[in-house]
T-cell receptor, first 114, second 114 residues
Framework: DSGVTQTPKHLITATGQRVTLRCSPR?????VYWYQQSLDQGLQFLIQ???????AKGNILERFSAQQFPDLHSELNLSSLELGDSALYFC?????????????FGPGTRLLVL | AQKVTQAQTEISVVEKEDVTLDCVYE???????LFWYKQPPSGELVFLIR??????QNEISGRYSWNFQKSTSSFNFTITASQVVDSAVYFC???????????FGTGTSLTVIP
């Protein structure tokens, strides 16, 4: 158990809908990362937050947004969902968000868009 | 540009055999960090090891060992006397000063046959 929690574990929704994925980092970690894992794209970095502020952005679509709250939990919002958004979404955390730090991953949220 | 290549897509071995998973990385940064993660069938990503670019000493942890060679830009992972529980997808990742994200390889799926 990495100490990172993610809810829900599974999510089934329809195209065009909007969903919110939630992540709580390990105790003491200030930085949160979001990744998407799909069969065709592999593990792709989406976005990073540090202490409530966006720090780095990867291959995140405009239909997707995220935020980190004062209690350090983070939410990833996916809107206007398409079939291709079906994937495993991971949250990871690290103490200070520096490049040398190990990122500890949550169990993931499996999203299925029908 | 940063890149991680795991040329072996799938490997099958018989239990108790040794197996080496290859990882080749590309970066122009002189300071960087390399990681290995394990993704068992249950789906979570489990951290295995972190190495920095200044430490080429090989590391052994039980049946696991890692060989880091800057001359060939490789960070290979060997499992000795493989067990069925080692069956998983293994990912190599790179982190550098350029950006605050991990660059993941495409993973190697290891199947250990009893």
């Amino acid at each position: 158990d990495s100490g990172v929690t993610q809810t829900p574990k599974h999510l089934i929704t329809a195209t065009g809908q909007r969903v919110t994925l939630r992540c709580s980092p390990r105790s003491g970690d200030l930085s949160v990362y979001w990744y998407q894992q799909s069969l065709d794209q592999g593990l792709q970095f989406l976005i990073q937050y540090y202490n409530g502020e966006e720090r780095a952005k990867g291959n995140i679509l405009e239909r997707f947004s995220a935020q980190q709250f004062p209690d350090l939990h983070s939410e990833l919002n996916l809107s206007s969902l398409e079939l291709g958004d079906s994937a495993l979404y991971f949250c990871a955390s690290s103490p200070d968000g520096h490049q040398q730090e190990t990122q500890y991953f949550g169990p993931g949220t499996r999203l299925l868009v029908l | 540009a940063q890149k991680v290549t795991q040329a072996q897509t799938e490997i099958s071995v018989v239990e108790k055999e040794d197996v080496t998973l290859d990882c080749v990385y590309e970066t122009r940064d002189t300071t960087y960090y390399l990681f290995w993660y394990k993704q068992p069938p249950s789906g979570e990503l489990v951290f295995l090891i972190r190495r920095n670019s200044f430490d080429e000493q090989n590391e052994i942890s039980g049946r696991y060992s890692w060989n880091f060679q800057k001359s060939t830009s490789s960070f290979n992972f060997t499992i000795t006397a493989s067990q069925v529980v080692d069956s998983a997808v293994y990912f190599c990742a790179l982190s550098t000063n350029t950006g605050n994200q991990f660059y993941f390889g495409t993973g190697t799926s290891l199947t250990v046959i009893p």
